[in-house]
């Protein structure tokens, strides 16, 4: 646990790419909470709890597989690991550690970009799955997503629901994605 709070620590110790005017909270440096512009709300902002980021590691990584060479996602982006794709090129090679690390990283940077959307708080079981389903969708199809306001509008359950729609890529319905969606509803559904 105290690898992942240094990690963290390190993580947000410089101002996050989201709003250029940090606001400095538990020697964390996070993100300004934005208004949301549909509902008028503060977001909710800052990051996940350590225990969060710690549960959604674990969860997340089944679903995402690990792979210590990098590869071609098949849509052109080189990849490795836990699907870490910064800086990644062909021919790089990571250890398990390294894979971790940046695991914990990318969840740590989808949980503030999540929480930028968030005007509602989220139950941990709640935040684990929303945060499962960012990270693999991306920050941006959160954001807009049909999940995401129906949590802010105050029906979780009916935001869980809404997961189960990411389930294709390129149009085509995935089994992959069928049951990872089906899990992340679950958790989702037990607050």
């Known amino acids: 646990m105290k690898i992942l709070i240094d990690l963290l620590v390190r993580l947000f110790s410089k101002p996050a790419s989201i709003e250029p005017e940090p606001v400095i909270t538990n020697e964390i440096v996070v993100a300004k909470p934005k208004t949301n512009i549909t509902t008028g709300r503060k977001a909710i902002g800052g990051v996940a709890a350590a225990s969060v980021i710690a549960a959604a590691t674990v969860f997340i990584a089944q679903w995402e597989g690990l792979r210590l060479v990098a590869y071609d996602d098949g849509g052109g982006v080189w990849t490795i690991c836990y699907g870490h794709t910064k800086g990644v090129k062909r021919g ?11 695991l914990q990283e990318d969840i740590a940077e989808h949980s503030a ?6 005007t509602v708080p989220y139950k941990e079981n709640e935040e684990i ?3 499962s389903l960012t990270f693999n969708i991306g920050v941006a ?4 997503s049909s999940a995401l306001r129906k949590h802010n509008a105050g029906d979780p359950d009916a935001g869980c629901e809404l997961m189960k729609l990411w389930n294709k890529d390129n149009g085509i319905v995935i089994p992959g994605l069928v049951n990872r969606r089906a899990a992340e509803e679950a958790l989702c559904k037990k607050g």
């Open 129 to 131: 799955a929303h945060l």
């Open 92 to 102: 790089d090679v990571a250890t398990k550690q390294q894979c971790l690390d940046w």
């Open 113 to 118: 970009g999540m929480r930028q959307c968030a």
């Open 141 to 144: 199809a959160y954001c807009g």
